[in-house]
């Protein structure tokens, strides 16, 4: 079973050194007794969910003036006896209080592992704590909402949808089961089933498919900047972060290299990333570079072809194939310089473009519009849920194999018991996700030990 002894009473500095406060976490049985030895609080006795001011001693001297906040189990966040004691921040104060806590047989604890208790005590469902870690790591609105929105259990009330769906599928075989004999008789025809079953397919499958947008909203939508040398690649990378972060020049290949860095659109982090322009050349290096432009095209999600003269046929049919699958948008640069008499591109370039001069910055706004527009997220709100964790994704993918061989089962009259079988097999591995299956200790210790210490 989930070995994890809540008798032993954990504590750790739950905030990052170098504020003015530093707030020391004491979660367990023996919390209460501990606290109350080193300072003049009675935690036992005292009110739950109160604060109070006290002094922290070691018996001889005060080692700091604090608020100390008590919360009785189970309404803490680890369902366990709390104390979270606000001290200043000093890093002398902090080692020694936790120093006083340890003398008083309390031990320092594990990455993660208030939020594991949290977990096994049933305050959160895995999901739920999975999505502590992410809270913590979010660095911008979007990666905070999905957060958020797992936090706040959205994924876990997907998945009981999921389970609503396969439990009626399980009991209609049942029924069939069970009433085998009667030849006579007429249940949910197997046609019945194979649609239900496809529906739940269906719904496995676009969970599956959203953790590619989760990734991406995690890590920064990749944008690759790509199109022929001198056309102002590098210029248009330096106007979107508004910083001479590439050499521009107005000699053909100047850059080599492709170029990375991220910007915030409407909440959402984009890598950027310019790279070589693509001509052809006797030139190892640049040629090596031009690889390397190709792989970037490969890795994005978007792509910004940059043009300053109307391309060739081949050209549009050449890039359509390579961006195929990505969002690809055509951009005419260098407007400033353009005059009504220049080549109409409309017809050429066969899909949507804009016109922008990375030079003066005219149209970067429709710019940033047309790429938030591109990344296709979701709008906030619309109730659709991004799979954002790997663990998750790996079970859904999982999940996805077994629901595609009960309806393999479905369509050749495989017998009603084995199919049950691999119906249980989706509802085992979709309770994986919220833990609500037995998780196996390693598993629980791979989740919880990428959390920082004193979460
Ligand atoms: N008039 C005008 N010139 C521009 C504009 N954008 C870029 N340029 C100029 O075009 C030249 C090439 O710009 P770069 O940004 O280095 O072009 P690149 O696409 O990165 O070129 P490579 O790195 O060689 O592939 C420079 O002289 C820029 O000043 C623009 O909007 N208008
Ligand atoms: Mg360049």
Redesign the pocket.
């Known amino acids: 079973m989930l070995a994890i002894s809540s008798k032993e009473t954990i504590c750790a500095l739950a905030t990052s050194p170098g504020g003015a406060l530093g707030i020391i976490r004491v979660s367990g049985s023996h919390a209460f007794d501990a606290v109350s030895s080193i300072c003049h609080l009675s935690c036992n006795t005292i009110v739950a969910n109160t604060i109070h001011y006290t002094h922290i001693t070691n018996g001889t001297e005060v080692i700091d003036e604090a608020m100390v906040s008590v919360f009785k189990a189970p309404h803490s966040y680890t369902g366990e006896d709390s104390v979270e004691i606000s001290c200043h921040g000093s890093s002398y104060i902090l080692k020694k209080v936790l120093g006083l806590l340890m003398a008083q047989g309390c031990r320092m604890a594990r990455p993660g592992e208030f939020t594991q208790r949290a977990y096994l005590n049933g305050k959160l469902d895995l999901s739920q704590a999975e999505a502590v870690a992410d809270l913590i790591a979010s660095t911008n609105e979007a990666t905070h909402r999905l957060a958020m929105s797992q936090l706040r259990g959205g994924i876990s009330t997907e998945l009981s949808v999921l389970r609503e769906k396969l439990l009626k599928l399980t009991s209609l075989l049942e029924l069939e089961l069970d009433f085998s004999d009667h030849e006579d008789l007429e249940f949910a025809d197997r046609s019945e089933l194979l649609q239900l079953a496809t529906t739940i397919s269906g719904h496995i499958t676009r969970l599956a498919h959203s953790f590619e947008a989760g990734q991406a909203i995690k890590q920064g939508i990749p944008v690759a900047i790509v ?12 106007r979107l972060l508004n910083e001479e972060r ?10 080599r290299d492709t170029i990375e860095d991220i910007i915030d659109i409407n909440g959402v982090t984009f890598r950027f990333i ?4 693509i001509r052809q050349t006797t030139d190892q290096i640049e040629q090596i570079g031009i690889e390397r432009t190709y792989a970037a095209i490969s890795k994005a999600r978007i792509v910004l072809w ?1 043009i ?1 003269e109307a391309p060739t046929e081949a050209e549009v049919t050449d890039m359509i194939s390579r961006t195929h699958g990505r969002s690809l948008l055509a951009i005419i ?5 353009l005059t009504s008499g220049d080549v109409s591109y409309a017809s050429v370039l066969r899909q949507p473009h804009l016109l ?5 910055g ?1 149209g970067m706004e429709a710019l940033q519009s047309a790429i938030y527009e591109a990344a296709n997220i979701p709008e906030w709100g619309d109730g659709s849920i991004i799979v954002t964790n790997a663990r998750h994704y790996e079970a859904l993918c999982r999940a996805s194999d077994s629901i595609h061989n009960v309806m393999d089962g479905l369509a050749s009259h495989l017998s009603g018991d084995l199919l049950a079988e691999d119906l249980r097999q989706v509802l085992d591995i979709l309770a994986e996700i919220t833990g609500g299956q037995i998780t196996p200790q390693e598993t629980l210790n791979n989740i919880f030990s990428h959390f920082c210490v004193g979460k």
């Open positions: 199109g022929k040398t001198n056309v102002g690649k590098s210029t248009l990378l330096n590439a050499i521009v020049s107005d000699i053909h290949g100047t850059t310019d790279t070589a322009g940059l300053d640069n260098k407007a400033d310089k922008i001069s990375a030079k003066t005219q």
